[in-house]
């Protein structure tokens, strides 16, 4: 089970750390993805972490945007905005990366920039 | 980045049989099996439906089936119900760099 933080509103410029924390299986011993879905639209890739050893890859069109971290002494995964723009309001959804799919999802965090 | 440009909507009567398309190219789909499926209902979370082209995870029913040709993975939904109305959407990996790639989404009505 992939349980997220509640949902954020901020205001341009603010920064952000949401989390997804894992139960029921090894954290450590998969990697997590963060997938983004804009009000409306198709589910984007953002990129993965590795909690044993924080090993991250992004998708080169989300790298410099976000930052992906993890820590696995309490099975949690973040994701950080240092600077929010109206542009980053949507739902995120972290997601169990079983080989190369995602087979457990979280509820997903709606974040709302709006100032 | 590539998208995986699915049709925007498919609609099927009960007990009919839909294919839903997932063109890619040469560098996603043409290159690899590793397409997964996802259905999402409004406001909810994704659900993986198949994985690795055709490969259905334990508690998914089997009318939901998927392929390949070529650039191309197809999803089938086969004796349509109409719990099946939903999105879908295909993911292929698409190489080191770019790592893994959606479709646009096919919003299926029953």
């Known amino acids: 089970q992939l349980v997220q933080s509640g949902a954020e509103v901020k205001k341009p410029g603010e920064s952000l750390k949401i989390s997804c924390k894992g139960s029921?299986?090894?954290?450590?011993?998969?990697?997590i993805a963060w997938v983004r879905q804009m009000p409306g639209k198709g589910l984007e890739w953002m990129g993965i972490?590795?909690?044993?050893?924080?090993?991250?890859r992004y998708s080169p069109s989300f790298q410099g945007q976000v930052t992906i971290s993890a820590d696995k002494s309490i099975s949690t995964a973040y994701l950080q905005w240092s600077s929010l723009k109206a542009s980053d309001t949507a739902m995120y959804y972290c997601?169990?990366?079983?080989?190369?799919?995602?087979?457990?999802w979280g509820q997903g965090t709606l974040v709302t920039v709006s100032s | 980045q590539s998208t995986l440009t699915q049709p925007a909507s498919v609609s099927g009567s009960p007990g009919q049989s839909i294919t839903i398309s997932c063109p890619g190219t040469s560098s996603d789909v043409g290159s690899y099996n590793l397409v997964s499926w996802y259905q999402q209902y409004p406001g909810k979370a994704p659900k993986l439906m198949i994985y690795d082209v055709s490969k259905r995870p334990s508690g998914v029913s089997n009318r939901f089936s998927g392929s390949k040709s070529g650039n191309t993975a197809s999803l089938t939904i086969s004796g349509l119900q109409a719990e099946d109305e939903a999105d879908y959407y295909c993911c292929s990996y698409a190489g080191s760099t770019i790592r893994y790639v959606f479709g646009t989404g096919t919003k299926v009505t029953v």
């Open positions: 997601a169990r990366q079983s080989a190369d799919h995602q087979d457990y």
């Open positions: 029921g299986y090894s954290f450590s011993s998969y990697w």
């Open positions: 972490i590795f909690p044993r050893d924080s090993e991250i």
